[in-house]
Nanobody, 124 residues
Framework: QVQLVESGGGLVQPGGSLRLSCTAS????????MGWFRQAPGKEREGVSS????????TYVDSVEGRITISRDNAKNTLYLQINSLKPDDTAIYYC?????????????????WGQGTQVTVSS
């Protein structure tokens, strides 16, 4: 079955950290650029970060650069997103995505497969 399954979300205090994981199955993971999107309440889904097939190239949206690290383990078919110094504005559902190309800007039109999402809530 072709799917992406996220895990690692939860309730975190401001300033805390989380590592999200996304496990892929049913396709050749290292054939694809992978990425993370997020959707906050009442807002449109936005691209956060992407990583090339080998992991050698990454992109980050300006609002998170310096606080977020994307990585992948192709042997484990797993994508990660490390988020540090969490802020209430980071509260959102985070979605793992399979992308059809590596591009400097993350676009929903380039997504060929979505995960179901994992909730991240930053609150004291």
């Amino acid at each position: 079955q072709v799917q992406l399954v996220e895990s690692g979300g939860g309730l975190v205090q401001p300033g805390g950290s989380l590592r999200l994981s996304c496990t892929a199955s049913g396709f050749t993971f290292d054939d694809y650029t992978m990425g993370w999107f997020r959707q906050a309440p009442g807002k449109e889904r936005e691209g956060v970060s992407s990583i090339s097939q080998s992991g050698g190239a990454t992109t980050y949206v300006d609002s998170v650069e310096g606080r977020i690290t994307i990585s992948r383990d192709n042997a484990k078919n797993t994508l990660y997103l490390q988020i540090n110094s969490l802020k209430p504005d980071d509260t959102a559902i985070y979605y793992c995505a399979r992308l059809e190309r590596f591009f400097w800007r993350l676009l929903a039109n380039d997504v060929s497969l979505w995960g179901q999402g994992t909730q991240v809530t930053v609150s004291s």
